[in-house]
């Protein structure tokens, strides 16, 4: 699929190229799931869904793919939703789910032209990973029942900008190089000015495009920030994004602060706790 080199002309050109696009994934995915692949026959659901929530863009796909499936279903008088990658795995079948995703492009193949872009986006995505490990352990610490969907939501809050650098990599490299040289432009600014369309904007119509989950779609919703799950997301999201820029990001102090609020608890226990799954994080 062509590059993205001009921006599109509004928010649903965006959306409709995107949801027509072969998603690219992490090459070590592509990897797991040809291993996982040769050994199906004596994989459970959850084996195979830890490997795709190890990487934001797959679960994209396999989320969205579901979604494909139960709009069909709707359309013939079922009803219900799928609302986690291993509940997708456990509806559409072992066997479906390599059918499906038998010839995955990876992501280092498609940016090879644009290391900078490839950069970024590797950044981006373990970026994505740290806020959903710390998303789903605040909301297991506030005793949420949707544990698995909060981190889901948590690692696909920035899904727009992913796809960005996949498929328009110049234009994301021009957002960035504006935001260095522009510190005091508001990032949407940056956004609507080479894109055309706001990241967060574009995330929601994709949610709804691809029929991706009602409560993943509420999470991700930046208009509903005041609900305690949305928080916990958004914040997860915050705080992985200045984590990356070292312990020292001053934003800290005030996610600490916040993070705090949500837990009911002190911005020094929430530094200590996020520290220490910082560290956990890193230990392989």
Known sequence: MPFITKPLSNLRSWTRHFSTAPIPVLGRTV????????????????DISSEVRRDPLMTLKTLAWAGRAMGKRTKAGLSGEIETVEAAIIMMGVTSFFREFEALEAVETRLKAFPAAHLQIIRLIGRSINASNYAADWAAYRQDLDVAVIHEAALLHDLAEMLTWCFAPELSIRMQ???????????????????????????????????????LLRLTNYHEASHPAVKNVMLAANLARHAANGWTDPALQDDFQNIAELLNQTPQWVES????ENSDQHVD
């Open 31 to 46: 990897l797991a799931i040809d291993a996982l692949r040769q050994d199906q026959d004596r994989l459970a659901p959850r």
């Open 177 to 215: 190089q504006m935001r260095q040289t522009s510190p005091t432009m508001r990032s949407v600014e940056i956004q609507k000015d080479v894109l055309g369309v706001s990241l967060d904007d574009l995330s929601i119509e994709i949610f709804r495009e691809w029929r991706l989950p009602s409560l």
């Open 273 to 276: 706790r996020v520290k220490s």
